[in-house]
């Protein structure tokens, strides 16, 4: 069965990066675009941007442009986000999220990595 | 960017209640429509894509349907599982995806 299993919370420092990783199994990892949602607390949901696992090729939320790299590795099954320059308002709960049959829609979702920045 | 309004923000419902969501594009999404339901510190859960194909194991109380700009989920009989928070997401454009601001569906 698929899975989508994220590394665990990180607290950072306004300026500072992070780097999530989420790791796929139960499919061919290079077949399916894959999706970065994040959601800050009591708030909605917030599209990021996507990588094409296959080719490396990436779109990112223009709101996130300059700010976040999504990349993927092959031989482990697993796409990162990085996200830098963290600001408190980039505190929230990231998902990574699976794209459906050639649509962007999400059937499978990572459990979500909380990431805190703070000072 | 697609903007995407869902109405109300929240919804005060009872067990047995028949509910109704709608959700707004800013222009014309054809039916490339999702809604998803999210329960406190859980990830989104599909319920509905390209506006009205139900996802496998999810119950037939929940329908969808629309096309264009407007959209609605529609909960025929509210079950206790059924409270939670409904968010509906555009997927037209290749290049950017929205989602509504959410809909709180409480008792």
């Known amino acids: 069965q698929v899975q989508l299993a994220q590394s665990g919370g990180e607290v950072k420092k306004p300026g500072a990066s992070v780097k999530v990783s989420c790791k796929t199994s139960g499919y061919t990892f290079s077949d399916y675009f894959m999706h970065w949602v994040r959601q800050a607390p009591g708030q909605g949901l917030e599209w990021m941007g996507w990588i094409n696992p296959n080719s490396g090729g990436t779109n990112y939320a223009q709101k996130f442009q300059g700010r976040v790299t999504m990349t993927g590795d092959s031989s482990i099954s697993t796409v990162y986000m990085e996200l830098n320059r963290l600001r408190s308002d980039d505190t929230a709960v990231y998902y990574c999220a699976r794209e459906g049959d050639g649509s962007a829609w999400y059937r499978f979702w990572g459990q979500g990595t909380l990431v805190t920045v703070s000072s | 960017d697609i903007q995407m309004t869902q109405s109300p923000s929240t919804l005060s419902a009872s067990v047995g209640d028949r509910v109704t969501i709608t959700c707004r594009a800013s222009?014309?999404?054809?039916?490339?429509l999702a809604w998803y339901q999210q329960k406190p510190g859980k990830a989104p859960k599909l319920l509905i894509y390209k506006a009205s194909s139900l996802e496998s194991g999810v119950p037939s109380r929940f329908s969808g349907s629309g096309s264009g700009t407007e959209f609605t989920l529609t909960i025929s009989s509210l079950q206790p599982d059924d409270f939670a928070t409904y968010y509906c997401q555009q997927y037209n454009s290749f290049s950017r995806y929205t989602f509504g601001q959410g809909t709180r569906l409480e008792i």
């Open positions: 222009q014309t999404i054809s039916s490339w």
